[in-house]
């Protein structure tokens, strides 16, 4: 099992920047990536943005891909999202995620490790 903590979160006005923090612990050690999903009120959860822990592949929904960027220190066993231009519509719980095995990065299905999440608004 993989344990993961994710910080950074709080309320911010729109353009306004935020960096949010994933530290994994437990069986990292077959770690494949690590991705941010976010879910607001009312609707599903919905993939943000991954990385590959081995390798330089990032991935990003098309929502968020120029405005927020993806990183690893793979020596803390740490993941994080720099959020920049920060709209109202991302508004949202954002969790973090981890993955061991291959598959298609961004369906929240082929996660089975999950943070529980931190809360993030942004006001306009």
């Known amino acids: 099992q993989v344990q993961l903590v994710e910080s950074g979160g709080g309320l911010v006005q729109a353009g306004d920047s935020l960096r949010l923090s994933c530290a994994a612990s437990g069986r990292t050690f077959s770690t494949y990536a690590m991705g941010w999903f976010r879910q607001a009120s009312g609707k599903e959860r919905e993939f943000v943005s991954a990385?590959?822990?081995?390798?330089?592949?990032?991935y990003y929904a098309d929502s968020v891909k120029g405005r927020f960027s993806i990183s690893r220190v793979n020596a803390k066993n740490t993941m994080y999202l720099q959020m920049n231009s920060l709209k109202p519509e991302d508004t949202a719980i954002y969790y973090c995620?981890?993955?061991?095995?291959?598959?298609?990065?961004?369906?929240?299905?082929?996660?089975?490790?999950w943070g529980q999440g931190t809360q993030v608004t942004v006001s306009s």
């Open positions: 995620a981890h993955r061991a095995r291959v598959g298609t990065i961004y369906n929240r299905d082929e996660y089975p490790n």
């Open positions: 990385i590959r822990w081995i390798g330089d592949n990032t």
